[in-house]
């Protein structure tokens, strides 16, 4: 029975959970007969004295998995992984967004002068791996962190006047 607990299943469960599962499938078993249907995981765990989170991880190993080849509808002709949205994958409507934005917010950083421009870059990380700190964009630019930041706040005060704002502002309201 060892050999068949460790080869039965297409993803391999430790023996002494398949004992656990075996035992809950008895009791589950046991209580639709006594009470003549199907026991909440509530019950099984006050009938198996075990914690109600541990029949629920227990219930959620148990289950079978499901192939992606999956037949569905009448002709077989689709598969469920048909049906599975491909998350890492961008519509096109939402990929000329993208770029427009890109191309939007390059064309009004250009207006900043270029070091206000370096710095919202580095700050916001527009361009950039990742975005900096006050104090790594000091370094860059041999001032200490409270200049960047007074840099930074002029350059937004300056994005925020309606000439520039106005070029960006339809992209927040929708």
């Known amino acids: 029975t060892r ?14 959970m398949i004992e656990t599962i075996n035992k809950l499938i008895r009791t589950s078993r046991y209580l639709v007969q006594e009470l003549g249907r199907e026991p909440t995981p509530d ?6 004295e075990v914690p109600l989170d541990k029949v ?5 190993i148990a289950r079978e998995p499901i192939s ?24 096109p409507s939402e990929a000329a967004i993208s770029l427009n934005l890109s191309e939007q917010t390059r064309k009004v950083l250009a207006t900043l002068t270029p070091r206000e421009e370096k710095v919202l870059r580095m ?4 361009g950039e791996k990742a975005d900096h700190t006050l104090e790594e ?3 860059d630019f041999a001032v200490t962190r409270e200049r960047i930041r007074q840099i930074e706040a002029k350059a937004l005060r300056k994005l925020r006047h309606p000439t520039r704002s106005r ?3 339809h992209f927040i309201d929708s």
């Not at 019950?43 to 198996?48: L, T």
């Not at 700050?123 to 527009?126: A, C, E």
Request: hydrophobic share 40%; glycine share 6%.
């Open 137 to 139: 964009v000091g370094s």
């Open 68 to 91: 992606l080849e999956t037949p569905i509808g009448e002709e077989d002709d689709s598969h469920l992984g048909d049906f599975i949205e491909d998350k890492t994958f961008m519509l």
């Open 3 to 16: 050999a068949i607990a460790d080869q039965a299943r297409t993803i391999r469960i430790p023996v002494h």
């Open 123 to 126: 700050r916001f990380g527009i």
């Open 56 to 60: 629920r991880k227990v219930l959620k």
């Open 167 to 169: 070029k960006l502002k």
């Open 43 to 48: 019950e099984i765990a006050d009938k198996m």
